[in-house]
């Protein structure tokens, strides 16, 4: 690692500590040359491939954006929604590949999204797998009403969906 002051190529680790849950390791270094200190942060690279093929560092916060535009007016809370944003971090890393596509992004909100709220769910899935007809929802919302055998049903079918 190149001292950030003189250049110079010669730098030792004085001290390396887990940073950001275990997701990063930080490590103060100093210059073999000049004396003086700094740090780097080392993290694994989690890349999403966007439709257009740029890619993107995989962002919790990004998820969690999303995520919280479909929960408008439902009662998500923030804290929630980090754990939503924490499980489907846990699932793209599961996949054991660097460069995630963000469709699979997309479908590992699904799932716990689905668990968190109905609403917000079919929001978001509206937006996600790209609904184009009534015909799209009611098949969602029949699918909702196998998985918890009709008990709430109703509240989803009433709830107007908003497009923004
Ligand atoms: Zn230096």
């Known amino acids: 690692m190149r001292c950030p002051f003189c250049k110079n190529d010669d730098t030792k680790v004085i001290d390396s500590r887990v940073a950001?849950?275990?997701?990063?390791?930080?490590?103060?270094?100093?210059?073999?040359?000049?004396?003086?200190r700094f740090s780097t942060v080392e993290s694994a690279v989690?890349?999403?491939?966007?439709?257009?093929?740029?890619t993107e560092p995989f962002s919790r916060e990004k998820v969690m954006r999303g995520v919280?535009?479909?929960?408008?007016?439902?009662?998500?809370?923030?804290?929630?929604?980090?754990?939503?944003?924490?499980?489907?971090?846990?699932?793209?890393?599961?996949s054991g590949s660097a460069e995630i596509p963000s469709n699979?992004?997309?479908?590992?909100?699904?799932?716990?999204?689905?668990?968190?709220?109905?609403?917000?769910?079919?929001?978001?899935?509206?937006?996600?797998?790209?609904?184009?007809?009534?015909?799209d929802f009611q098949r969602e919302i029949d699918d909702l009403r196998t998985a918890h055998g009709g008990v709430r049903a109703e509240a989803v079918s009433?709830?107007?969906v908003q497009s923004s």
């Open 20 to 36: 950001d849950e275990g997701q990063a390791i930080r490590r103060r270094r100093s210059c073999v040359e000049c004396g003086r």
């Open 46 to 54: 989690l890349a999403v491939v966007k439709r257009n093929g740029v």
């Open 68 to 94: 919280r535009r479909a929960c408008q007016g439902r009662h998500v809370a923030e804290d929630a929604l980090a754990k939503l944003a924490q499980q489907v971090e846990d699932t793209v890393r599961a």
């Open 104 to 135: 699979e992004v997309g479908l590992a909100i699904l799932g716990p999204l689905r668990d968190l709220d109905e609403v917000a769910y079919l929001r978001f899935a509206s937006v996600y797998r790209s609904f184009d007809s009534v015909e």
């Open 158 to 160: 009433a709830e107007p």
